[in-house]
């Protein structure tokens, strides 16, 4: 009876040496090619090279060497078809039993040379005959084979399908790693390019979706990692769906916010939409500011700081029942604080990466689009009115400005002296969003700024920002009646802005 084979091609040789001594034990002849055949040699593992079994040499600097008939006809006859184990006992081809191979690391050196074509064609190939031959891409699948072989003698039909979705899981990722390549290296890049490849792997098994009743898990590109592959959990519960959620809407905003102030910087999420966000000299000081904006609404809220926390600040929060704390640290004493806090789910983490293309999914297919970003600075805006903002009020308009474009639209913020005292979001009218900031400011906002996300359709949005007490408003303008609304503004004695650029969150 002839003896089965296993071919082994690999670049990463992880646990390639005690996986090919196991195939050899059960009987199994190896077969190899380039470097994992010199790697095996140097183990002092028997086995026959591709040359031997091709009769031709690799040639185009490794370019071609497993691309041959005596190579994939090993692999792809179909062994219950009578004329294919015909086709290749007459060409003298030995049956391929297992197809060992992973592909170049183009994610980690993109250049042509590391685009693989005798790796993912072999993998495809293994991977159509699953039938009869089995396709290993994952050295952590290693162990496990050999356990199934050692016990049944063979791998199971289930086994090999599951082996074979991997694989073609494993040259799908591969090839959206290059066409992204292509994309971002081009002469001439689209910010929306004609087709969009993403590849996602199962990080984790989440205990439910949005609602109990829903699954939900963790998807994460292949590449690049993202901060949610390398941050650490120092206690508190496993974190649910809507805690990523969150805590990803107040990770981004408060390193927006305090990137663009240069500050110590706190912000207090609920529900995706900041409740307080305040900037100061000290973290402590910026944390009891965001928190007063809207005390109730913290309650149970994601408290994201842009410094590490020093035990002072810890302190302060510790009362607070607080879903999640991320941080980029803690400081000495600060985790003996907060890991107290049995419940409480203690991040640390690297900052945000830059966002890929944004997509929502709709029926049948995406809507995408460039990821949201402050293009137009304090050096494109304007001011439209009679009465020009101080120092102190440009602050608290820059502020303003910068939070709003995190909070769902249509959204008002009043901020006075760097805190936010009163957030008005979601609303399907923009006065009603300006009543709710209002009630929340109770007072606070005199002096102030007020931002609002988008344009003033009338002038009633203007008097409920003057009845709240702001000294300036900023907004992008762009209304036809936008020369009602700075008459407003100039009747009540306000300085307004425009921007000139919208900044919709929904």
Request: charged residues 25%; proline residues 5%.
């Amino acid at each position: 009876m002839t003896a089965k084979r296993a071919l082994l091609s690999v670049y990463d040789k992880t646990g390639l040496e005690a996986f090919a001594r196991g195939l050899a034990s059960l009987g199994f002849e190896l077969v190899s090619s380039g470097g994992t055949s010199r790697a095996l040699a140097d183990a002092g593992i028997d086995h026959t090279s591709v040359e031997s079994v091709t009769g031709a040499a690799e040639m185009l600097d490794g370019r071609v060497k497993t691309l041959h008939p005596n190579i994939h006809g090993g692999i792809l006859a179909d062994r219950s078809k009578p004329e294919h184990l015909a086709a290749i006992e007459e060409r003298g081809i030995a049956p391929i039993d297992i197809v060992v191979c992973n592909l170049y690391p183009f994610r980690s050196e993109p250049s042509v040379e590391m685009i693989d074509i005798g790796g993912p064609t072999m993998v495809r190939a293994a991977a159509k005959n699953f039938d009869h031959v089995a396709v290993v891409v994952d050295p952590a699948a290693y162990g496990p084979v050999l356990d199934e072989l050692r016990r049944e003698s063979s791998l199971g039909d289930q086994t090999r399908r599951r082996l074979a979705r991997a694989a073609f899981a494993h040259t799908a990722a591969y090839d959206a790693v290059i066409t992204t390549w292509f994309d971002e290296t081009s002469p001439t890049p689209e910010a929306l390019p004609p087709t969009i490849h993403i590849a996602l792997e199962k990080a984790e098994e989440l205990r439910y979706g949005e609602n109990p009743h829903q699954r939900g898990a963790r998807y994460r590109n292949t590449c690049p990692p993202s901060w949610w592959d390398t941050y650490t959990q120092h206690g508190g519960k496993e974190l649910s769906y809507l805690n990523l959620y969150d805590t990803e809407a107040a990770w981004r905003l408060v390193h927006d916010v305090g990137g663009a102030t240069g500050q110590p910087t706190v912000a207090i999420i609920k529900h995706a939409n900041p409740c307080g966000v305040a900037v100061a000299e000290d973290l402590t000081t910026a944390y009891k500011l965001a928190h007063d904006c809207d005390p109730r609404s913290a309650f149970g809220g994601i408290v994201a700081s842009n410094q590490p926390v020093t035990r002072e600040f810890a302190e302060a929060l510790a009362p607070v029942f607080t879903e999640v704390v991320v941080a980029p640290g803690y400081g000495e004493g600060a985790l003996d604080v907060l890991l107290a806090k049995k419940n409480m789910r203690v991040l640390e983490a690297e900052a945000p990466g830059p966002n890929g293309l944004d997509l929502r999914q709709i029926s049948g297919g995406f809507l995408v689009q460039e990821p949201h970003r402050f293009e137009a600075g304090r050096d494109d805006w304007r001011v439209v009115t009679k009465v020009q903002p101080t120092d102190e009020q440009w602050r608290d308009a820059e502020l303003a400005w910068r939070i709003v474009g995190h909070v769902k639209s249509n959204a008002i913020v009043l901020v006075a002296g760097g805190q936010a005292v009163g957030i008005g979001a979601g609303q399907q009218n923009r006065v009603e969003s300006g009543e709710i900031a209002a009630a929340k400011a109770a007072g606070r906002a005199k002096g102030g700024a007020c931002a609002s996300d988008a344009f003033y359709p009338f002038r009633d949005g203007v008097d409920a920002a003057a009845a709240a007490g702001v000294a300036v408003v900023v907004q992008p303008g762009g209304s036809l009646r936008d020369d009602e609304t700075i008459a407003a503004a100039d009747e009540l004695g306000l300085a307004m802005v425009f921007t000139g650029e919208r900044h919709f969150l929904h």
